[in-house]
């Protein structure tokens, strides 16, 4: 749960209804929202845009929030040299068609915005993203420094900087322009083939180092592969990552679902946060990989995903949401860790808890934060030859009180949620549902996915048939982009087969139409954001 901001010393956000809008609203800052009279303020005063965008969920966001925007000692607080502006949340750039110009890039630290961005600024805006701490420090300087100097530099050569604005987003035009459609043929895909080759960790399975990111799209794009060609090779890849990722701490073992990456090479240590993408996307690609192999412990992680996003990240109204899985200054990571002490008490019993600590590496000394994170890197059959016991008797045990951990955990401090609905990643969970319900056999998943496709159709969707991005609390605003409409299409086509019901394949082709229509490139191909061609 996210606490209400304090109205009596509120900023222009209180009137938002976006839950990382609303977690800035009592911030000693003048932040303006995103929309005309932030950029009128700009150009009025002829100030640079401090632009901040993040969302509810995010850790970063939490520190950021501390550490800067509540510090009434920090300049930022009192900063006279930008107009600030305020980010809605989902992350960036997905949650805005406007805020196109790269500002996803989880590697970049900061950067002029041009105004192609902000047509009618009639200033440059720079973005500084959540990575600089609140005073100099690890060779990096803090935010102070770095606001100062940015400040001086508008002062001292505003038109120079404009310039090279201009000129970085006419290059970047021009680029965009030169690209011509290709078709994807066998040879693009054997050299995407390689390319995973070069990246995968032979060792813990994934792609690159740390921090390492689950890759759904690549796996399931090495799936299709290896059918074509029956290549070993390209499944071991796939079925070495899978089996890492579900026996790492980045899986939920007590309660199911996906934290959104591992700090570590070998997915011991999640990022506290479960996406509902992530779980959209993984959720199908272990149900594709059990298809592919039926190998039942990846049926197991898919229903176990499914089971989690209908019990913890499902609105009443049938949309989903997110967790959020810090909440700082309130021990909202240690939900999901614990020590021996901890399971004795909710398992009273010592030789259970004996096994399900030696399952899932529990231990005195901890491995993380002197606590444990519940993970079974360690091979289940070994942990069984140690305890002297068969693996039908240490299933047994574990099948038994991980149930009654669950309950237990409940009982803490809760991650928070963020109840935005969007509609992107609706759609691919409405996907992950009824391709899991059909495939499966599970009826309760296909309604799941029904619940939610009813709710977007209805809340999300316009009189003349045109998609909302977002909506919290039943309210609905922002025009769709380009991955609503792709998305929640292709759940409603995945639906229909799982259902047989035809208003949701009517739906899917109304929503294509419309998109081919709003967001089609007729000079170049591919896509176009509809800043100027979208119909309502």
């Not at 509120?10 to 932040?31: C, G, K, M």
């Not at 011509?180 to 054997?190: A, E, F, M, N, Q």
């Not at 609105?315 to 614990?338: H, I």
């Not at 990643?425 to 998943?445: D, F, K, Q, T």
Request: with cysteine; glycine share 8%; aromatic share 8%.
């Amino acid at each position: 749960m996210h606490t209400a901001p304090d109205a009596a010393r509120s900023n222009r956000l209180i009137h938002e209804t976006s839950p990382y809008l609303l977690q800035h609203a009592s911030n000693p800052v003048d932040w303006y929202p995103w929309g005309p009279e932030a950029l009128q303020a700009a150009k009025a005063q002829n100030r640079p845009i401090l632009l901040s965008i993040g969302y509810s969920a995010c850790h970063w966001c939490h520190v950021m929030e501390r550490e800067s925007f509540e510090n009434e000692s920090h300049c930022v607080t009192h900063e006279p040299a930008f107009c600030l502006y305020q980010g809605r949340s989902g992350r960036a750039p997905r949650s805005r068609r406007d805020l196109y110009a790269g500002h996803g890039n989880p590697q970049s630290r900061s950067g002029w915005m041009a105004d192609d961005g902000f047509p009618d600024a009639g200033s440059g805006a720079v973005l500084c993203r959540h990575v600089f701490p609140p005073d100099d420090r690890w060779g990096r300087p803090g935010f102070p420094s770095l606001l100062k100097k940015i400040a001086d530099a508008w002062e001292q050569d505003a038109a120079g900087l404009m310039n090279q604005a201009r000129q970085l987003t006419e290059r970047l035009k021009n680029e965009l322009k030169t690209v011509s459609p290709v078709s994807v043929s066998v040879s693009i895909l054997d050299e995407a083939v390689t390319q995973f080759r070069e990246d995968f960790d032979e060792r813990h399975g994934g792609f690159g180092s740390a921090p390492k990111f689950p890759r759904p799209r690549g796996s399931a794009l090495l799936l299709r592969c290896y059918r074509r060609t029956g290549e070993s090779r390209t499944l071991q890849m796939v079925t070495r990552t899978l089996d890492a990722m579900a026996a790492g701490g980045i899986y939920d073992h007590i309660g199911g679902g996906f934290a959104r990456y591992s700090t570590d090479e070998r997915w011991l240590v999640p990022h506290f946060e479960k996406m509902l993408y992530d779980n959209a996307l993984l959720a199908r690609t272990y149900l594709e990989a059990y298809q592919v192999t039926k190998q039942a412990s990846y049926r197991q992680v898919t229903t176990e995903v499914i089971d989690y996003i209908l019990r913890e990240m499902t609105d009443p109204a049938g949309g989903f949401s997110f967790r959020d899985g810090c909440g700082l200054g309130r021990g909202r990571r240690k939900v999901f860790v614990w020590t021996p002490a901890e399971v004795q008490a909710v398992l009273q019993n010592a030789e259970d808890t004996r096994r399900f600590c030696a399952c899932y590496d529990i231990t005195d000394q901890g491995n993380w934060e002197h606590r444990s994170i519940p993970n079974r890197l360690r091979p289940i059959e070994a942990v069984a030859k140690e305890l002297n016991l068969t693996l039908d008797e240490l299933y047994e045990t574990i099948h038994r009180v991980r149930p009654l951990l669950y309950r237990a955990r409940q009982e803490r401090v809760p991650p928070g949620l963020d109840d935005k609905i969007i509609t992107a990643w609706n759609g691919m969970m409405i996907s992950a549902m009824a391709e899991a319900g059909r495939v499966l056999g599970v009826s309760r998943y296909i309604a799941g996915a029904m619940r939610a496709a009813d709710f977007l159709l209805l809340v999300h969707r316009t009189s003349e048939g045109a998609l909302l991005r977002t909506s919290r609390q039943g309210r609905a605003h922002l025009d769709g982009v380009l991955e609503d409409y792709a998305y929640l299409a292709e759940g409603l086509i995945d639906l229909y087969e799982a259902s047989g019901q035809e208003r949701y394949l009517t739906a899917a082709l109304q929503l294509g139409e419309r998109m081919v229509d709003s967001f089609r490139d007729e000079d170049h191909g591919g896509s176009t954001p509809p800043r100027r061609r979208m119909k309502r």
